[in-house]
C-alpha cells in the first residue's frame, strides 16, 4: 500500500469547516483512498472513500486531486464531538488484505 | 445488519498471567479479521489479520498469537503477559476482496501490572 503523508495536528472553530489533507504521491491506479476517525478511547470509525471521483455522504466530503497525490476529507461544519484523530489510509482492492493505519492527525474542534 | 462484538472492555492482569481476548462478528460470513493494538498515545499497529478459518498472518513479533476457530471468531491469547502488552486492544472485520469499508468493536484496554 502507498504511504500517506498527514499534519500531525489542526485546529478547527465550531462550525466552521475543516479541511484535513493528506498526501499519497506514490498512490497506484488501483488504489483507494480511506478515510477513518478515532475518538478517544473508542474504536476507529468509517467516515468516505474513494478512488479519483470526489466523494460525499452525510459524514464528510473527499476530494482528491486530479493527479491523486492528495486529498483532503472535509468537514463542512465542524463540532465539539468531531475532535478525533482522522487516519487516511490508501490500499487497493480485490484481494489486498492488509490494513494498516499511520499516525492520523488529531483535530480539535474549539468552541 | 452486522454487528461485532470484543469483551471484555477492560482487564487488568498481573505479569505472567495468560490472556485471552475474544471477537464475534455476527450477520456477515468469510469475513477478514483483524488484531490491532494501541499504545498509550501512539498509533494503530496491526498485529494480526486473518482470510479464513485456521489463517492466521502475523504482522510483528512478539508475546502474542491469535486463532481462528470458526469462520466468525477471532481470539488474540498469550502464555504469559508481559508489561508492553498493556494497551488498547480492537478487533475488526472487513468483507474480502471487497472495497468496502473495516469495521472495529469498541475495543478492550489492557492493563498489565
Known amino acids: 500500500d502507498a504511504k500517506t503523508t498527514q499534519p500531525p495536528s489542526m485546529d478547527c472553530a465550531e462550525g466552521r469547516a475543516a479541511n484535513l489533507p493528506c498526501n499519497h504521491s506514490?498512490?497506484?491506479?488501483?488504489?483507494?483512498v480511506y478515510w477513518y476517525r478515532q475518538i478517544h478511547s473508542q474504536g476507529p470509525q468509517y467516515i468516505i472513500h474513494?478512488?479519483?471521483n470526489n466523494e460525499t455522504n452525510e459524514m464528510a466530503s473527499l476530494i482528491i486531486t486530479e493527479d491523486r497525490k492528495s486529498s483532503t476529507l472535509i468537514l463542512p461544519h465542524a463540532t465539539l464531538r468531531d475532535t478525533a484523530v482522522y487516519y487516511c489510509?490508501?490500499?487497493?482492492?480485490?484481494?489486498?488484505?492488509?490494513?494498516?493505519f499511520g499516525k492520523g492527525t488529531l483535530l480539535t474542534v474549539n468552541p | 445488519s452486522q454487528t461485532i462484538h470484543q469483551w471484555p472492555a477492560t482487564l487488568v492482569q498481573p505479569v505472567g498471567s495468560p490472556l485471552s481476548l475474544e471477537c464475534t462478528v455476527e450477520?456477515?460470513?468469510?469475513?477478514?479479521l483483524y488484531w490491532y493494538r494501541q499504545a498509550a498515545g501512539r498509533g494503530l499497529q496491526l498485529l494480526f489479520y486473518?482470510?479464513?478459518?485456521?489463517?492466521i498472518s502475523s504482522e510483528v513479533p512478539q508475546n502474542l498469537s491469535a486463532s481462528r476457530p470458526q469462520d466468525r471468531q477471532f481470539i488474540l491469547s498469550s502464555k504469559k503477559l508481559l508489561l508492553s502488552d498493556s494497551g488498547f486492544y480492537l478487533c475488526?472485520?472487513?468483507?474480502?476482496?471487497?472495497?468496502?469499508?473495516?469495521?472495529f468493536g469498541q475495543g478492550t484496554r489492557l492493563t498489565v501490572v
Open positions: 489510509i490508501v490500499r487497493a482492492g480485490g484481494s489486498n488484505y492488509k490494513l494498516t
Open positions: 474513494g478512488l479519483k
Open positions: 506514490t498512490i497506484s491506479g488501483n488504489e483507494y
Open positions: 486473518s482470510v479464513g478459518i485456521g489463517q
Open positions: 450477520g456477515t460470513s468469510n469475513p477478514n
Open positions: 475488526a472485520w472487513k468483507q474480502g476482496s471487497t472495497n468496502t469499508e473495516a469495521f
